[in-house]
Nanobody, 123 residues
Framework: QVGLVESGGGLVQAGGSLRLSCAAY????????MGWFRQAPGLEREFVAAIRYDGGSTVYTDSVKGRFTISRDNAKKMVYLQMNNLKPEDTAVYYC????????????????WGAGTQVTVSS
């Protein structure tokens, strides 16, 4: 059974930091690239960051470059998103997911999502 459990969200002031965690199970974690996505109210879910199965490559959407860092621990089957210098426009529900086609394809995903974790950044 596939599972994705996100945690670590919360309410933070602009300029603050949060570290999100994602526990992934049901697939051979170490063979999958992983991604973080977010969905703000009234908007479609968008890609945020991706990391290759071995951690050797990362990709970020332009709006978070230099502020967010994605990492993973294959032994623990965890992926993380360190978010620094948060801005009100980062407010969204954040999700993780497997990237079956690698970090270059953040659109063709398995049709399963966890509950996500809410991040709210106040100005």
């Amino acid at each position: 059974q596939v599972g994705l459990v996100e945690s670590g969200g919360g309410l933070v002031q602009a300029g603050g930091s949060l570290r999100l965690s994602c526990a992934a199970y049901g697939r051979t974690f170490s063979t999958y690239s992983m991604g973080w996505f977010r969905q703000a109210p009234g908007l479609e879910r968008e890609f945020v960051a991706a990391i290759r199965y071995d951690g050797g490559s990362t990709v970020y959407t332009d709006s978070v470059k230099g502020r967010f860092t994605i990492s993973r621990d294959n032994a623990k089957k965890m992926v993380y998103l360190q978010m620094n210098n948060l801005k009100p426009e980062d407010t969204a529900v954040y999700y993780c997911n497997f990237l079956p086609n690698g970090v270059s394809d953040t659109h063709n995903l398995y049709d399963y999502w966890g509950a996500g974790t809410q991040v709210t950044v106040s100005s």
